[in-house]
């Protein structure tokens, strides 16, 4: 239980209407105002022109891509895309006499909106067993620390080592080196519980774990599907990207349980269009699902088109690629046809009818790509949802041609290049052995713990110490009662950061902060000014530069950081040149030229404008799969059900919080003010359970073993939700979600689709 101390303003909720249409001129005005109360103007301006640009600093906010050199606007950022670098390059700063003002106990009863906006962490800090206090202490003293831990350990397999999304391509390749060549593969990451159910469904069925689509794909689609994602909020400048392809002519259908604002209508702020005009209609269809009906509603969609075929043979599926480039059609079509349509019907919450339309929207259209985010992967049946939305594109050859793929829309800025970089508990083995090859060493074979697996790991006592690399692991993950309760079973926990989180406030028996270098700042080591690369969504690899003086001189950059601790943990560095890493990311850069397929001659082509695109075989007509050809999959699916008196409830973001983090307590867009310990629900839901507007209820998780997990303290709030389905802000409804609610396969857990009831209580608790 964790009640907001009383220094923190209580909440206040006020409810305005939910806008129609994102990121028009008050999305841009929204940006500076929050830039200027964070940061000096100059540190602002500094940051927010460099943003994006070529040579200038890769925007720490989602992976969306950047547009090719020639096309990029002086203000080529988002409204949160200007929130996330100032969040970073705000003059707020922790030092040591913050910690002794503040327990470590009483920083764990902190909202997370609270330990983010006391500002960057300055120095190394230790708490000691015992204590309730962190306290400064050396670097060679903290890394010394962490070395003698790891070295007593009785196996390799004690140790986890986490990794989000937001770190470079040089610490991620640095960090798996390490974990490795000490002797583990225990490398859970935040896309464990992101894009997990992607990475499997695409590994399967096209032999690759990525995306298949450019930003020019998408502008010269002329179908595009947005399913399960909220890219006014999550991925702003996606919109910018719809409205050419919407000038060229595309039509979008967006599937969701919400009508979200940038869904349905976007206003430029980058062109006088958006700014004095009515903006540009985003969806032309909207089908407004049930949580979890997405599988349904492809199944339904691939046996209308496979009737439609029937009707008009050799008119609607592309016989030619099926023949040439795909296994399975037979069994899948024989499927497809048995599905019951009440079932599809009940399912997705839709009428026969749209789904319908959408077919015949499929039959007029040449080019599909299908987008889609948390609102797919994070259900129990992710990744058999993805699968069944390949169907759907192999059926018409919508696969590895122009204008046409699947596009997982990722979540952090790096996350995609931290996986192609080797941060994978189980990376297979041609990787395994180019790593050999090259550095001399055998690395461990058996797959290692994921970030569920990680948790259980450290419940049970098997895990002694654990290493964030960024991130917020305590407040990522799932089950937060167990979660602390692990982390705190460790005997050491350590966090490179950049900002207090409530990761650093839950801790091991010792715990040490190690603060770090953002992206925003000037990284210089013996060998001179370095600058790191990125990989986006589109598998574009790019550099980042950083512009700012460091937060603090005591900073260490992560690859610093991790090669100082590889140095001390590994005897003889295990004969690799650490030091000379350290002095020269280029080096780094020539080795991972030598391991990982598409990265030759790094560094000379990376540092050319627009960076490397990746080759992605299946544009070449090439799958990995086993049969070396796309695989058409048959797709048995349950029913998401909530029980009389329930509902399925979703955890999501709201527009002004990156993550874990929340910036304030406000949802503009959906016209939510002042609390983020808000349920949203259809108003004839609310109706049949007998609630009314801005009742204060507990929301109550029920999962199958017959145990509930309570979230206190919360306001409810009519919306235009689809029926039977709710949504809250995540990290605050993490508590609900229980750890072995996990999507089949991919073992992510599942932050959408949980089954609640709302039990009448008081309004501003807690959890
Ligand atoms: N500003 C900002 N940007 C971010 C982030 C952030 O926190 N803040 N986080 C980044 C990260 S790591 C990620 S992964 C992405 C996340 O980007 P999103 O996937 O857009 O994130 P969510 O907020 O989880 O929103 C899920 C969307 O899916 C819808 N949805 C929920 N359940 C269903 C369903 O069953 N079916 C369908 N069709 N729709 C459903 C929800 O209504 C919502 O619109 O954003 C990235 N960008
Ligand atoms: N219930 C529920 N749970 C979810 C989700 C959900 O939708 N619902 N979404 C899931 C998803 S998609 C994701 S990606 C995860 C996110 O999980 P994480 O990636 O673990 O969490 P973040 O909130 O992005 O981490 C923020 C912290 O990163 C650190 N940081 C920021 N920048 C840097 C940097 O440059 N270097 C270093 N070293 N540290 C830095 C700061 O200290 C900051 O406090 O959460 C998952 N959990
Ligand atoms: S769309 Fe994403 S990458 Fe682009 S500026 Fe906005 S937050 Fe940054
Ligand atoms: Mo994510």
Known sequence: MHRPPSEEPPDELAVTPPKRWAAGVPAVTHALGYSLEETSVRRTGVTLLNMNQVGGIDCPGCAWADPSPGHRHLN??????????????????????????????????????????????????????????????????????????????????????????????????????????????????????????????????????????????????????????????????????????????????????LPEAGLLRFKNPQKARGVIGGGVRIADRFLHIRSGGDLALFQGLNRLLLESEDARPGAVLDHDFIGSHTSGFEEFARHARSIAWEDVLRATG???????????????????????????????????????????????????????????????????????????????????????????????????????????????????????????????????????????????????????????????????????????????????????????????????????????????????????LARRTLDGGAGIPWARFEADYGAVRDRIANVVPGFHDFNRRVTRPGGISLPNPVNEGVFGTSTGRALFTCNDWEMPQAPEGHLLLQTLRSHDQWNTIPYTNNDRYRGIHGSRRVVLVNP?????????????????????????????GFQVVPYPTSRGCAAAYYPETQVLVPLDSVADISNQPTSKGLVVRLEPGNSGGSE
Request: charged share 25%; glycine share 8%.
């Open 350 to 564: 839709l009428a026969r009818a749209d789904i319908e339309r959408v077919r015949d929207d499929v039959l007029r259209s040449e080019r599909v790509v299908v987008c889609w985010a948390m609102g797919v992967t994070q259900h129990k049946h992710g990744v058999p949802t993805i699968r069944e939305i390949v169907n759907f594109l192999l059926l018409r050859g919508n696969l590895g041609r122009a204008g046409a793929g699947a596009c997982p829309v990722r979540g952090h800025s790096n996350v995609q290049g931290d996986r192609t970089m080797g941060i994978w508990e189980q990376m297979p083995d041609s990787f395994l052995d180019a790593l050999r090859d090259e550095f001399g060493f055998d690395p461990p074979r058996r797959h290692g713990l994921d970030s569920v697996n990680a948790i259980r790991a450290m419940h049970e006592g098997r895990i002694k110490v654990f290493l964030g690399v960024a991130g917020n692991f305590v407040r990522a993950a799932p089950d937060t009662a167990f979660t602390e309760e692990a982390m705190r079973r460790c005997r050491l926990t350590a966090h490179i950061s950049t900002k207090l989180n409530r990761s650093h406030t839950v801790c091991g028996e010792t715990a040490l902060i190690l603060p770090t270098l953002g992206r925003t700042e000037v990284d210089v080591q013996s060998g001179g000014e370095q600058f790191v690369t990125v990989e986006n969504s589109m598998s574009e690899v790019h550099t980042s530069r950083g512009r700012l003086q460091p937060a603090s001189r005591l900073l260490l950059s992560e690859v610093a950081i991790l090669c100082r």
């Open 684 to 712: 004839e839901d609310l109706t049949e359970l007998g609630l009314s507007e801005g009742q204060g209820v507990d929301v109550v998780s029920v999962w199958t073993d017959g145990t509930e997990r309570r979230a206190e």
């Open 76 to 257: 080529e950022y988002c409204e949160n895309g200007a929130k996330h670098i100032n969040d970073e390059a705000t003059s707020r700063r922790i030092t040591a006499d913050f910690f002794r003002r503040h327990s470590v106990s009483e920083l764990a009863g902190r909202s997370d909106l609270w330990l983010n906006q006391q500002g960057r962490l300055t120095e190394p800090m230790v708490k000691r067993p015992g204590s309730d206090h962190y306290e400064p202490i050396n670097w060679h003293d903290a890394l010394g620390l962490l070395s003698d831990e790891l070295r007593s350990l009785d196996s390799p397999d004690e140790a986890v080592f986490y990794t989000s999304g937001r770190v470079s391509n040089e610490a991620a390749f640095v960090l798996q080196l390490f974990a490795r060549a000490y002797g583990t593969n225990n490398l859970p990451d935040c896309s464990n519980m992101c894009h997990e159910s992607s990475g499997f469904a695409l590994h399967e069925t096209l032999g690759t774990g990525k995306g298949t689509v450019s930003l020019d794909d998408l502008h010269h689609a002329d179908l595009i599907f947005l399913v399960g994602q909220n890219p006014g909020t999550n991925h702003p400048r996606q919109l910018s990207a719809l409205e050419q392809a919407k000038l060229n002519g595309a039509r979008v259908i967006a599937v969701n349980t």
